[in-house]
C-alpha cells in the first residue's frame, strides 16, 4: 500500500501524511555535512523528517555516501553550501547526487545556498579558470536535474548549469530586518561598482538613497584600494550591502571610508558569511555596529560576534521546495513574503 501524501494548503504544505501531492513522488530532502542544521529547518518548515543518510570519509580520504531509505521514483532535494571545506563539499553533493540517482529517485533537486567558486565566472586576466563554470556543470553530470540557489554572485552563473535554476533572493529578507530598526536617514553604499545593481534594488527596498564606493582590486591576494565615495554619507547612518562577506577586508575599508565622510553610523549586511582567514578579527576591531548575514553557510559559535545578527532562509527555501515539488509558482513565494512585511 502506498504512503498518504501531502497535500497543498494555502501558501504551504499541511501535513496530511508522507509526502507533498506532486509529479515526482514522495517528497524527500537529504543533506551534506556542510550545513545539516538549515536543512533541519526546512525539513520543520515543510513539516517532514530529514532522510537518513550517511556522509563520511575513510582513512583515505575517500568520501562515501549511503542513502538509509528507499527513495525509488521520489521527489529529491539535496542540501549542500559550497562552503569550508569547499571542495569536500563540493564532491559531497556530487556523490550524494550520483547515489540518489542510481537509487532510481524520480526526480533529483541540488539545493545549493552558496555556491562557492562564483567569485570565478569570467577570464578577466590572461590564463585564468572559469571555475564556476567547471563546478555548474560537475553538478549537471552528476545527475541532478535541477537547481536551486540563493544569490549567486553573478545573475550569468545561471547560465553556466546544463539543467534548469531555481535562485532566490534573501534579499528581501535582510532589508525588512534594517526597516523594522527605522534608522535615522538611512543611505545604502554598495562597496564597489560591480555590486551596485544588488546596493540599488536594497535601497529601494527601504527607501533610501543609494551611495557607492569605486575602488580597485590589486592582484589576487584579497587586497583591494578604495579610491573614491560616490554620493553623500554625512549625518546619516549607513548600511553596507554585499552578497558575501569573506575576509571582511572590502566591507570594513568600506565602513572606515564611510565614517571619514561623516557617516553618522555604519552597519552592514551580506547573504553569505563565509568569514575566512582575518574575518571575524576585522569585524570585530571595525567601527561596525552590527553584521547581518543569514544561515546559507553554517557559522560555528566561534565566530559569532555579539554584533552579528545571523538570520534564517529556511522557511524561504523550504517554501520555495514546495512549490518546486507541487509545481507551483516559484515567484509566488516572493509576493507571499511581501504581502506578510507590508501587514
Keep these: 500500500m502506498r504512503p498518504a501524501r501531502w497535500t497543498q494548503a494555502g501558501n504551504g504544505a499541511r501535513r496530511a501524511g508522507w509526502g507533498v501531492a506532486g509529479n515526482y513522488g514522495q517528497l524527500t530532502i537529504f543533506a551534506g555535512n556542510a550545513n545539516p542544521e538549515l536543512a533541519d529547518e526546512m525539513c520543520a518548515y515543510i513539516g517532514i523528517p ?5 556522509v563520511f570519509k575513510f582513512a583515505n580520504d575517500n568520501t562515501f555516501v549511503r542513502i538509509g531509505e528507499s527513495v525509488r521514483e521520489n521527489d529529491v532535494f539535496v542540501v549542500q553550501s559550497f562552503a569550508a571545506p569547499i571542495n569536500d563539499s563540493i564532491m559531497e553533493m556530487l556523490i550524494m547526487v550520483d ?3 542510481r537509487a532510481s529517485a524520480g526526480r533529483v533537486t541540488a539545493v545549493i545556498p552558496y555556491f562557492g567558486y562564483g567569485r570565478t565566472d569570467k577570464k578577466d586576466q590572461p590564463r585564468v ?3 564556476a563554470r567547471l563546478v555548474a556543470k560537475l553538478v549537471g553530470v552528476s545527475g ?3 537547481v536551486l540557489t540563493l544569490d549567486l554572485h553573478a545573475g550569468q552563473i545561471q547560465g553556466f548549469f546544463d539543467v534548469p535554476v531555481d535562485e532566490m533572493s534573501a534579499m528581501q529578507l535582510v532589508a525588512e530586518h ?6 535615522t536617514d538611512p543611505v545604502v553604499v554598495s562597496p564597489d561598482l560591480g555590486n551596485t545593481k544588488r546596493a540599488r534594488n536594497f535601497a529601494e527596498a527601504i527607501d533610501a538613497p ?17 579610491l573614491n565615495l560616490i554620493g553623500s554619507v554625512a549625518g546619516r547612518s549607513v548600511v553596507i550591502v554585499d552578497d558575501e562577506i569573506d575576509t571582511a577586508g572590502s566591507i570594513t575599508q568600506a565602513a572606515e571610508v564611510c565614517l571619514a565622510n561623516g ?6 549586511s551580506a547573504i553569505h558569511p563565509v568569514l575566512s582567514g582575518p574575518a571575524v578579527e576585522r569585524l570585530a576591531a571595525s567601527p561596525i555596529q552590527e553584521v547581518v548575514v543569514t544561515n546559507s553557510i553554517a557559522v560555528p559559535e566561534a565566530k559569532r560576534l555579539p554584533k552579528l545578527t545571523v538570520l534564517s532562509v529556511g522557511s524561504l527555501l523550504g517554501e520555495t521546495i514546495q512549490r518546486i515539488h507541487t509545481g507551483a509558482s516559484v515567484s509566488a513565494a516572493y509576493r507571499a513574503r511581501e504581502s506578510v512585511a507590508s501587514g
Design 50 to 54: 530529514l532522510g537518513r543518510a550517511d
Design 99 to 101: 547515489t540518489i540517482k
Design 129 to 131: 579558470p572559469i571555475t
Design 144 to 146: 541532478a536535474d535541477r
Design 178 to 183: 534594517f526597516a523594522q530598526k527605522r534608522l
Design 210 to 226: 543609494l551611495a557607492i564606493i569605486e575602488k580597485r582590486r590589486i592582484g589576487n591576494r584579497d587586497k583591494s584600494e578604495v
Design 263 to 268: 557617516a553618522a553610523a555604519v552597519y552592514a
